[in-house]
């Protein structure tokens, strides 16, 4: 039997089927995106990066936190849940209500807060991708930067992570 991560690899790719990274045509596969939040989620254990697989399987497909349940169990579904936008018009309700969420977990449920880390984190980086940078995109992250970490930041979860993020964004303040 293969092991969780691998299943929810595999499974995250298969959901998101032709879906892009990015919107052109010559844009990489959703999986790229993926496995960079993986990979950086994977030195903080086995849950976090299986959640990282599937951190947008129920806001970018068909795909329900129910059969998320079936395939991976509750503790998973309830970790993807959290990472899910809920599907508001207005931008800054859909923040406000995703940093409402995030502030509010505790315990086990503070592994969703290693993976969203690592989901903004992997943005940034391919944002500021020399060449290819994405100024919108850029100037989006950092204008939700301090709400982010004050909802999402927990002394000592996976601190590297936030270093990384503000050290981009305080480049963006001084570049």
Same mark, same amino acid.
């Not at 790229?32 to 030195?43: F, N, R, S």
């Not at 209500?97 to 449920?109: I, Y």
């Not at 592994?111 to 290693?114: P, Q, T």
């Given at each position: 039997m293969k092991d969780l991560v691998s299943h929810a690899r595999d499974w995250a790719i298969e959901k998101h089927g032709n879906q892009r990274y990015g919107n052109s =045509? =010559?844009?990489?596969?959703?999986?790229?995106?993926? !496995? %960079?939040? $993986? %990979?950086? $989620?994977? /030195?903080? !254990?086995?849950?976090?990066e299986t959640v990282a697989w599937l951190h947008d399987v129920i806001e970018d497909t068909p795909t329900t936190e129910e059969e998320v349940a079936a395939e991976f169990g509750d503790q998973v579904a309830r970790l993807v849940r959290f990472l899910t936008d809920e599907k508001v018009k207005d931008k800054a309700e859909k923040v406000r209500?995703?940093? !409402?969420?995030?502030?509010?977990?505790? &315990? =086990? =449920?503070t592994? %969703?807060?290693?993976v969203k880390a690592a989901d903004r984190l992997a943005n940034l980086r391919e944002s500021m991708k020399p060449g290819e940078k994405n100024e919108k995109m850029i100037l989006k992250y950092g204008g939700e930067h301090l709400g982010l970490? %004050?909802?999402?930041?927990? /002394? &000592?979860?996976?601190? /590297?992570i936030w270093r990384e993020l503000d050290a981009f964004v305080e480049r963006l303040g001084s570049g």
């Open positions: =045509d =010559d844009s990489p596969p959703y999986a790229y995106h993926l !496995g %960079a939040v $993986a %990979a950086i $989620a994977a /030195p903080y !254990g086995e849950l976090a209500r995703r940093n !409402g969420k995030l502030a509010a977990l505790s &315990g =086990d =449920d592994v %969703a807060l290693v970490r %004050a909802a999402a930041y927990r /002394p &000592g979860l996976c601190d /590297p």
